[in-house]
C-alpha cells in the first residue's frame, strides 16, 4: 500500500505512540538495574522511540510530492532534398561544394536557441543531413507528414526545407504545410530556366500481351525551344531498331504522340527501348529514352465450339469471346470434326451427344487428354448419354419436351464472383429453354445459379461446375443463350454483362493447374530502388508444401557475372531478399533436391532504372514561395540563409517554454533517511556502551 504524504500524516501518531511504547517496555526499569542514570534512560528512551517511530512511518510507503520545472527550446526541422533532380541542370558544382557547409554553418547558428532536428528526404525520410543527392524520387509531402508526426504541438517552432520543388512521388505538399501550424522557411535549390531540350515523357502500352500479336505503343515526347527540330523516334528491341519515325518539332513548347505497333516474336519478359535522337544544344539527354517491358505470353488458350447443327447461341458465345484477350475460338460440327482434342483447352459442346451424334470416341478422348468440357442442353440431346459423363447435374424422367427456366443466382457460390449488377442483369434476362425433367445436383457439383420456373424457385441447377480428377467440367442446362446477349443490349445498352459472364465460365473451366513440385515466383520487374525479393515452394509426393530442403539461386547480369543466393525458410515456402541490384536484365536458375531427386527452376527478371528526377528539370520555385506565403515564412535563395535566422529571431513567438509538471516518489527512497535512523541507533549503541550495557 502506497499513500501520499497528506493521507499518511494522521497516522504519524500512531506510529509516535508506537516508538513510545516500544521504549518504555525497554528502559522503564533500566535506572537501578544497569547503573542508568535517569538523563541517560531518557535518553536511550527518546533515541528507540524516534527510530521506531520513523520506521513504521516509513514502513506506511508514504509518497512526496514534487514539482519539476522544465525549459524546453522550440524545435526547428532542417529538411533537405537528397533527390538526384538537384544536380541534374543548373549549378552542380555549388550544391556538392559550397552548399552543404552553408546548411551546416545554418544548424551550428540555430542551435544555440533551438532545438535543431536534421533529415533528408526523397523516397522517404531518414534522420541527418545526406548530400549525396542519390535519391530516385521526391515526396515533399511524406517529409512534411513526418515532420508533423514526429514533432507536431507547442514545442514546433518552425520547418526549414530546400530543394528545387520538383516532387515526382505523392501529394501535393501544400495541405500539409498547412496543417504543421508553424512558418516554413524554403531554400529554393535548381534553376527555372527553361532550356532548349526533348524529353520522353512516357510510353503507354500494355503490360501484356501474347506470342505473335502486335503491340501498339504510343510514345509522348515534349520539347521545349526547339521549334523546327528534326528528330527521330524509335523503338529499339536488343539493341536494335524494329520501328521507328522522323518528327519535325512545331513550335515552342510542343507535345508530340507517336504511335507504334511492335511484334511480339518472343514468349517471356520482353524489354524495349524508346529513344528520341538527341540534338545539339539540349540540356540533357539523359531523359531521352525509356524502357518497356511487356509479358509476352505463350499460352493462348483455344476454345473448340463443337455443335450438333448451326444455332444462334454459338453465335453469341463466338461473338462474347472475340473480347477474350489470349483466347481463340474455333467453330464445328460434329459430323465434320477430324481434328485432336488435345490442341484445345476447353470444349463447349452444344446439343451434344444427340441420339445421331453420340459422339462416344470425342468425349472418351476429352477424358484421357483431360480437356474440360462445358455442355450446353438443348432438345436433342441424348440425357442418357448425358447422365453417362458424371458432369455434375443429373437429368431424370425427362418427357422429350422442353420448358422456360429464368436464372436465380445462388448467393453462396464461391468460385468466382460476379458484380451485383451483373447478377441482378442475368436474373431479369429471358428464361433458357431446358428439358423437362427432374435435374439433380451431384455431390462435388456447385451450381452458379438455380431454374426458376414461372414463379416458382427450384433447386434444379440451371448453371453447374464440378471437378473430374485433372479437369473441370460444367453444365448450361439451357439453350437460348442468344436470348441473353440481345436482352443485355436492350436492357442495358451493351452486352458487357453476358460477355463477361462468358467470360468468368471460359476462364474458369480452361484454368490450368500447375503439377509442378518446385515453383519460384517473383514480380516481372522492379525499381533500381527497390529490394528484388523471390518467393519458392517445394512440394512432396503428396502435394504437400516442405521447406526442409535447401533452395538456391543463382542470379546472371549481361556480362555474365553470376550472384549466388540462398533461399530462408518463410512459412511453408521459402522466401529470398536480393537486396537493390543495378539496372539491367538478370536470369536466374534455382536448385533444390528432394527424396534424391533434382529439381530446377529459371527465369528471367528486369530492373528498371528510375527516370522519374531526370524528365523534370526546370526548378518550381512557385511551390516554395506559395508554401512560404501560407504559414507565413519566407523564401531565399542558397547565400540568403542568414535571412532566415534573422526572420527567426525576430518572431517573439520562437521562444523557450518553460513546463512544470508533478512527479511522486516514495520517501523510503531518500538516502539521508536511511543515514539518519543508523545515526540514532548509532548514538543510542555508544552511549548504551559507554554506561556499561550492550
Given amino acids: 500500500m502506497s499513500l501520499t504524504t497528506a493521507h499518511s500524516l494522521w497516522l504519524a501518531p500512531l506510529c509516535l505512540l508506537l516508538g513510545l511504547a516500544l521504549a518504555w517496555v525497554l528502559y522503564r526499569r533500566t535506572g537501578g538495574k544497569d547503573g542508568f542514570s535517569r538523563n541517560v534512560s531518557v535518553l536511550l528512551a527518546v533515541l528507540r522511540a524516534m527510530v521506531v517511530a520513523l520506521i513504521a512511518f516509513f514502513l506506511l510507503e508514504p509518497m512526496v510530492r514534487i514539482l519539476v520545472r522544465e525549459v524546453r527550446k522550440p524545435i526547428v526541422v ?66 512534411l507528414r513526418e515532420v508533423y508526426d514526429r514533432f507536431s504541438g507547442p514545442d514546433l517552432g518552425a520547418v526549414i526545407i530546400d530543394g528545387d520543388g520538383i516532387y515526382t512521388r505523392g501529394r501535393d ?173 476447353l470444349v463447349i459442346l452444344h446439343g451434344l451427344p444427340t441420339a445421331k451424334r453420340p459422339i462416344q470416341p470425342i468425349l472418351q478422348e476429352a477424358s484421357t487428354a483431360g480437356v474440360p468440357l462445358c455442355f450446353i442442353l438443348g432438345s436433342g440431346v441424348d440425357l442418357n448419354a448425358f447422365n453417362a459423363q458424371s458432369a455434375g447435374v443429373r437429368v431424370t424422367t425427362a418427357r422429350g419436351s422442353i420448358t422456360d427456366a429464368q436464372a436465380v443466382i445462388n448467393k453462396d457460390f464461391t468460385f468466382f464472383t460476379l458484380d451485383v449488377d451483373q447478377q441482378r442483369a442475368i436474373e431479369r434476362f429471358p428464361p433458357l429453354q431446358v428439358p423437362f425433367g427432374q435435374f439433380e445436383l451431384g455431390r462435388s457439383a456447385t451450381a452458379l445459379c438455380f431454374q426458376r420456373i414461372g414463379v416458382v424457385n427450384t433447386n434444379y441447377p440451371l448453371i453447374a461446375f464440378t471437378q473430374q480428377q485433372e479437369r473441370r467440367v460444367g453444365v448450361v442446362a439451357g439453350e437460348g443463350l442468344w436470348r441473353w446477349r440481345l436482352a443485355d443490349l436492350a436492357q442495358n445498352g451493351d452486352h458487357s454483362r453476358f460477355d463477361r ?86 536470369t536466374w536458375t534455382a536448385h533444390t533436391a528432394m527424396d534424391g531427386k533434382r529439381y530446377n527452376a529459371a527465369g528471367e527478371i528486369h530492373i528498371q532504372a528510375l527516370m522519374a528526377e531526370q524528365r523534370t528539370t526546370v526548378a518550381d520555385h512557385g511551390l516554395w514561395a506559395d508554401l512560404a506565403a501560407r504559414t507565413q515564412g ?36 531518500l538516502r539521508w533517511l536511511f543515514f539518519l535512523i543508523l545515526g540514532l541507533l548509532t548514538v543510542e549503541w555508544v552511549v548504551r556502551r559507554r554506561n556499561g550495557s550492550y
Fill in 501 to 586: 459472364l462468358v467470360h468468368k465460365l471460359v476462364q474458369f473451366l480452361a484454368l490450368k493447374a500447375s503439377k509442378e513440385r518446385f515453383r519460384v515466383t517473383h514480380a516481372p520487374h522492379f525499381a533500381e530502388n527497390e529490394p528484388v525479393l523471390f518467393s519458392a515452394e517445394l512440394y512432396n509426393a503428396s502435394f504437400e508444401p516442405v521447406n526442409e530442403a535447401e533452395v538456391s539461386i543463382v542470379l546472371k547480369d549481361e556480362e555474365g557475372r553470376d550472384f549466388p543466393y540462398v533461399f530462408s525458410p518463410s512459412g511453408t515456402g521459402y522466401r529470398l531478399d536480393a537486396g537493390r541490384l543495378p539496372e539491367g536484365t538478370y
Fill in 78 to 143: 532542417i529538411a533537405h532534398d537528397g533527390s538526384s533532380s538537384l544536380l541534374a541542370v543548373g549549378d552542380t558544382a555549388a550544391i556538392r561544394s559550397t552548399y552543404p557547409e552553408e546548411i551546416n554553418d545554418l544548424v551550428a547558428t540555430l542551435d544555440d536557441r533551438f532545438e535543431v532536428r536534421s533529415f533528408t528526404y526523397g523516397e522517404g525520410v531518414t534522420d541527418g543531413l545526406s548530400f549525396t543527392q542519390t535519391e530516385g524520387l521526391t515526396d515533399i509531402d511524406q517529409a
Fill in 634 to 669: 519566407e523564401t531565399v535563395r542558397p547565400g540568403g540563409t542568414a535571412a532566415i535566422v534573422k526572420a527567426m529571431e525576430a518572431r517573439k513567438d520562437l521562444i523557450a517554454r518553460s513546463y512544470a509538471h508533478p512527479s511522486f516518489s516514495d520517501l523510503i527512497g
Fill in 173 to 345: 505538399p501544400r495541405s500539409s504545410a498547412d496543417r504543421l501550424g508553424v512558418p516554413v522557411f524554403a531554400i529554393a535549390l535548381g534553376d527555372t530556366t527553361v532550356r532548349s531540350d526533348l524529353v520522353l515523357r512516357g510510353v503507354e502500352h500494355n503490360r501484356i500481351g501474347y506470342l505473335g500479336n502486335e503491340l501498339p505503343l504510343l510514345v509522348r515526347v515534349e520539347a521545349k525551344h526547339m521549334g523546327g527540330t528534326r528528330t527521330r523516334v524509335s523503338v529499339l528491341h536488343a539493341g536494335k531498331e524494329v520501328v521507328g519515325k522522323d518528327i519535325v518539332i512545331a513550335g515552342h513548347p510542343s507535345f508530340v504522340e507517336i504511335p507504334f505497333t511492335v511484334k511480339a516474336e518472343r514468349a517471356g519478359m520482353q524489354r524495349f527501348t524508346a529513344v528520341v535522337r538527341p540534338v545539339e544544344g539540349e540540356a540533357s539527354v539523359v531523359n531521352n529514352r525509356a524502357d518497356i517491358l511487356i509479358e509476352v505470353l505463350d499460352d493462348r488458350q483455344k476454345v473448340l465450339l463443337l455443335a450438333a447443327a448451326p444455332h444462334p447461341d454459338l453465335g453469341a458465345l463466338r461473338a462474347a469471346l472475340g473480347g477474350l484477350e489470349g483466347y481463340g475460338t474455333e467453330l464445328a460440327y460434329a459430323a465434320d470434326f477430324t481434328g485432336k482434342l488435345s490442341a484445345f483447352d
